[in-house]
């Protein structure tokens, strides 16, 4: 399908649609930009619907699931506001003058940030750092760009705790987690809170009780299902801006955050750990 005639297609087959259908085909059209914000589990909610019809009815225009549709939704949205053409040939940055991309670049990243600090919550941070300090092992997951993030939260903390532990190999990932105990934590990065990958290693995890960190977006996900405590990043991106650096700017903020609150409630330990740390680099620097 065309994704310039995705809306029109929808209009086209409304008399087909199921009773569920009509009324995520009505949500849809009266909610085109906000729509592509959301996840399975927030649409199906404000359209009154279970997730599978949500998932039906993204089948029933050709799309292999919500996913793939929640994209063609960006592109149709991005068609109608100016055309995609001329989107695709200039880029996100539609101005002439490099200040002005710098000057909206910084606005952007700041924004993501002042809104990822507005949805922090105090108790949810503070009890975060409690399970990092009682846990046997601290396991950093993600996985595509949100395994980076997870890397970097690992190689924050491992300055000052030596039980973080990052796995790259979503195999090896699935054997910790099979060995994985109730006193272990999982601090597990994905923006969407719905891949398949990141399911198929926290199912049974928390089958097997271990505690579960989620940094996300969206409070209403599989993931965030799942999930003990959820750190929600502000920061709204569209299937087109996917690994954007506004994101990743304010999962960050939320790891370091979180880094200094453990720090402040553990200092006589953590600051041990650090002067160790740093000695054992400052060894290697010329």
């Known amino acids: 399908m065309e994704t310039e005639s995705l809306f029109l297609s929808v209009g086209e087959k409304y008399n087909q649609l199921t009773k569920s259908s009509k009324k995520v085909a009505d949500y849809i059209l009266a909610h085109k930009t906000e729509a592509q914000f ?8 404000e359209c009154g619907v279970a997730e599978a019809s949500i998932t039906r009815f993204c089948r029933s225009l050709g799309f292999s699931g919500y996913s793939e549709f929640k994209l063609a939704v960006a592109k149709s949205s991005v068609s109608g506001a100016g055309g995609a053409q001329a989107d695709q040939e200039q880029g996100p940055y539609q101005g002439d003058r490099f200040f002005d991309l710098c000057n909206e670049l910084y606005e952007n990243n700041v924004n993501s940030i002042r809104m990822t600090q507005a949805q922090l919550r105090e108790d949810d941070i503070h009890q975060t750092a409690q399970y990092i300090a009682k846990a046997r092992r601290v ?4 996985q595509g760009g949100s395994l980076i993030l997870a890397m970097e ?9 030596p039980h973080f532990v990052f796995i790259e190999d979503s195999h090896m990932q699935a054997m910790a ?11 597990f990065v994905s923006y969407s ?8 290693l926290l199912r049974p995890a928390k089958k097997r009780g271990v505690k579960i960190a989620l940094i996300t977006h969206y409070t209403k996900s599989p993931g965030a299902s799942l999930a003990d405590i959820l750190l929600i ?3 709204d991106e569209t299937p087109l801006q996917g690994g954007s650096v506004a ?8 790891i370091d955050v979180l880094f200094h609150e453990y720090c402040r409630l553990y200092p006589k330990e953590t600051y041990a750990n650090n002067i160790a740390t740093a000695e054992a680099v400052a060894a290697k620097l010329l």
Do not use: H, N, Q
């Open 139 to 142: 396991y950093c997951f993600g």
């Open 177 to 187: 987690v099979s060995l994985a105990e109730p006193d272990d934590l999982i601090l």
């Open 247 to 254: 994101v990743k700017m304010a999962v960050l903020y939320i």
């Open 193 to 200: 809170g719905a891949t398949r990958d990141m399911l198929e």
């Open 153 to 161: 939260a690992w190689g924050r903390f491992v300055t000052v705790a």
């Open 38 to 45: 959301m996840s399975i589990t927030t649409l199906a909610e």
């Open 233 to 235: 990043c502000g920061s």
